[in-house]
């Protein structure tokens, strides 16, 4: 009786093996998660070298002209970072130096802002038939978004709508009918 008594208080050869091994693990990928945190700081650093610092750690592809991506920075960042969080300090610090990240099928694209507004704006003229240009450019002028720009051009009763092209085809639809309709109306 004794002897089933300290077997059954006493655990296992294998529970002790497999108890060891969880330890193990669980310790081994804590490790593993530290390693994806990183430190993050660059004091003056040149922008082409950081910029190259983040793709390595993100594994981002980032394109730009090295003759227009260029000037000193500074990240100073006091505790470790994720690659995701060290992305989006770049972008923020780019953003700071007028610049914007673009992504396109083959990278990131880094690019002067300006720049970037420029390559998404359309401009479409919509001439009204039953409706007064400036009264529908007024009415429209609350609803925009920022971005959008509506000018009435009176000698024609026209529209003059420029901005993101998905936007302005959006309101060019509701201006015709076109726009989601509640079901049943």
């Given amino acids: 009786m004794r ?5 059954f208080f006493l655990p296992s050869r294998r529970f002790l093996e497999s108890a060891i091994l969880s330890l193990c693990l669980l310790f081994s990928l804590d490790a593993a998660w530290a390693r994806n945190e990183v430190t993050f700081s660059f ?14 750690l993100t594994g ?4 730009f002209d090295p ?12 505790q ?8 989006q300090l770049l972008q923020s610090a780019l953003a700071l ?10 990278g990131t ?17 919509v001439p009204l038939d039953h ?5 529908v450019a007024e009415a429209l002028s609350w609803v925009a978004p920022p971005g959008v720009r509506i000018v009435p051009y009176s000698p024609t009763n026209s529209l003059i709508i420029s901005g993101n092209p998905e936007v302005v085809e959006a309101l060019i639809g509701s201006l015709h009918g076109k726009g989601n309709r509640a079901e049943g109306q």
């Fill in 97 to 106: 130096h007028g610049y914007t990240l673009l992504g396109k099928a083959e």
């Fill in 109 to 125: 694209w880094i690019v002067p802002a300006a720049k970037a507004t420029q390559a998404e704006t359309i401009i479409e003229v």
């Fill in 131 to 135: 409706a007064r240009a400036d009264e």
């Fill in 67 to 78: 003759e227009q991506v260029k000037g000193k920075i500074t990240l100073l960042v006091p």
């Fill in 3 to 7: 002897a089933s008594l300290l077997r």
């Fill in 43 to 56: 004091a003056n650093a040149d922008l082409q070298m950081v910029i190259k610092e983040v793709g390595a």
């Fill in 80 to 87: 470790k970072v994720s690659p995701e969080d060290a992305l």
């Fill in 60 to 63: 981002t592809t980032f394109l």
